[in-house]
């Protein structure tokens, strides 16, 4: 019997999720489409298996399947990231918070200094936020974008990095448009004395992809999800240097996790065999395409960009010239079929439960086959739904229509 006959309700739910994924633009930065073949691994028999530690020492009979599974899928990592020979991996993270907070654990102690970008500015909740888990043990300093450029400013960083001698030092972020300079960082560390640490969530596709440059050659430590641009299961990984992996290893099991969901594991392998391909260069190479494209366009319109643009996957609007506020414009953009998160802006004047942006990025929309063209009708739509919230019906009845043409992957 299937779920549709033995448990209607959450079948029914089901079906209903997944048409509202096919008939809407997702243009949330942090989302994707991941493949039938990633869900057909996430769903297999491999989720019945505990396997408490690590290939070779389990703590449990039967494992001699699920570690080739854990093998193979750590060495497709390290070929899809081309890790030097001195590193290692780690893909039994749950998901990207645990990681991050994995990785504290293993290198520091409760009250250590780490810097890094508060959530305001584009940071993560584990990045230090007071409501965290992270934030409550150990002493972050944060460091923002400027205001007036809205981009990393180097040069602060590295002075405040000078004043405050953190143990660790945190990049990567969930809503920053611009590509980072890891040797600039690695040089700001290096002068602190401090552990080099890249959490690269958002931007690990584009870096497998070739169209973001890679921290690994710079960094000690490298967090990454599974599931954006990398279009994977919901799942983490972490790399280190050769130097940190006993540390790492023993801090996710027994510090903070029990057993691996070696079904995610599975599928991170398949994730990292599809992501190490020529098409998956020319999927990363076109997401950068279209988030230009649709912050060109929107600019077209009147938007303003914070920094003006975008070298990513995503950019923030800044809605402050069109009378509109971020909570307002999401609710909006979703009356039109256009799915979006809210964001802060720099030194952003509203609260970040109603801030004044909306991010919006383009991986998702990447993987339905949309291009450059696509990116035009798409701003013409949020302008006009943004503008005047009368005409959302008819928007998303027309964004319904155009996305029959552009099929999602694994819907
Ligand atoms: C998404 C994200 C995370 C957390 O991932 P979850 O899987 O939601 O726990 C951590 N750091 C950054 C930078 C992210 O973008």
């Known amino acids: 019997m299937s779920l549709k006959q033995k448990d209607p309700q959450i079948y029914k739910l089901i079906q209903a999720e997944r048409k509202r994924q096919q008939e809407s633009l997702n243009l949330i930065a942090s989302e994707n489409f991941a493949s039938k073949e990633v869900m057909e691994a996430l769903g297999s028999v491999l989720g019945n298996k505990y396997a ?22 750590k060495e497709r990592v390290s070929a899809a990231f081309d890790l030097p020979l001195d590193w290692h991996i780690n893909v039994q993270p749950y998901s990207g918070s645990p990681a991050n907070l994995e990785v504290y654990n293993a290198l520091l102690e409760p009250g250590d200094t780490i810097m890094s970008m508060d959530l305001a500015s584009g940071g993560h909740l584990t990045h230090g936020s007071p409501v965290n888990f992270s934030g409550r043990t150990y002493k972050f300093v944060h460091y923002g974008l400027s205001p007036k450029s809205g981009k990393l400013d180097y040069m602060e960083i590295l002075k405040l990095a000078d004043r405050v001698n953190p143990k660790l030092i945190l990049c990567g972020y969930t809503a920053y448009s611009r590509e980072i300079d890891f040797k600039k960082f690695r040089e700001i560390a290096d002068k602190a004395k401090a552990i080099a640490m890249a959490d690269i969530s958002h931007i690990a596709g584009l870096i497998v992809g070739g169209v973001h440059s890679s921290p690994i050659p710079f960094f000690d430590v490298v967090t990454s999800t599974v599931h954006k641009t990398l279009r994977g299961p919901r799942a983490a990984i972490v790399m280190c240097k050769d130097k940190y992996a006993a540390a790492i290893d023993k801090s996710v ?159």
Request: hydrophobic letters at 35%.
């Open 52 to 73: 408490e530690n690590y290939p070779g020492k389990r703590y449990y009979g039967g494992c001699k399947v699920v570690d080739e599974v854990e093998n193979l899928a």
């Open 253 to 411: 099991f027994p510090g903070m996790q029990g057993g691996p969901h070696e079904n995610a594991i599975a599928a991170i392998a398949v994730t990292m065999k599809e992501a190490h391909t020529r098409t998956f260069r020319k999927y990363a190479e076109q997401i950068v395409n279209n988030c230009k494209a649709l912050a060109h366009a929107l600019q077209d319109f009147g938007f303003k960009i914070v920094s003006e643009g975008t070298d990513n996957h995503l950019m923030i609007v800044d809605l402050t010239n069109k009378n509109i506020t971020g909570m307002e414009a999401q609710k909006h953009l979703e009356a039109g079929g256009i799915v979006s998160s809210r964001s802060p802006i720099p030194a952003d004047p509203r609260k970040p439960w109603d801030p004044s942006g909306v991010r919006l990025g383009t991986a998702a929309i990447t993987s339905r086959g949309m291009k450059e063209k696509e990116m035009k009708k798409i701003a013409s739509w949020i302008a006009a739904v943004i503008t005047d919230r009368s005409i959302a019906d008819q928007v998303k009845d027309e964004v319904r229509r155009f996305c029959r043409n552009f099929p999602a992957p694994g819907l």
